[in-house]
Nanobody, 125 residues
Framework: QEQLVESGGGLVQPGGSLTLSCVASGFTLDEYDIGWFRQAPGKGREGVTC?????????YYADSVKGRFTFSRNDAKNTIYLQMNNLRPEDTAEYYCATAGWCRPRGVLTNFHSWGQGTQVTVSS
């Protein structure tokens, strides 16, 4: 059974940092395009970052997080990470890792396959 489990969320002050983790099981990371999206209360799903297998392993980022967030992966641990620096109040959201058929520019995943239960990130003073 394929499963994604996120962790690492929490409360952080503006300008602070957090690292989210997502452990995959039941499949290996190279089987799908994979990445992160977020959803704030009352708002729609927003792509954050993703890695495209078809585009030579390019990592795409949303304009709102470019230069602040970094996507990485550890194939030996079947885990992906989201390093978030210089966090802003507008980054407050539930963060999900997900697999999909396609990773598009600006960190948008399409044709979703699976996603985790999410981890809450709150940026507030």
């Amino acid at each position: 059974q394929e499963q994604l489990v996120e962790s690492g969320g929490g409360l952080v002050q503006p300008g602070g940092s957090l690292t989210l983790s997502c452990v995959a099981s039941g499949f290996t990371l190279d089987e799908y395009d994979i990445g992160w999206f977020r959803q704030a209360p009352g708002k729609g799903r927003e792509g954050v970052t993703c890695l495209s297998r078809s585009d030579a392993g390019t990592t795409y980022y949303a304009d709102s997080v470019k230069g602040r967030f970094t996507f990485s992966r550890n194939d030996a641990k079947n885990t992906i990470y989201l390093q978030m620096n210089n966090l802003r109040p507008e980054d407050t959201a539930e963060y999900y890792c997900a697999t999909a058929g396609w990773c598009r520019p600006r960190g948008v995943l399409t044709n979703f396959h699976s996603w985790g239960q999410g981890t809450q990130v709150t940026v507030s003073s």
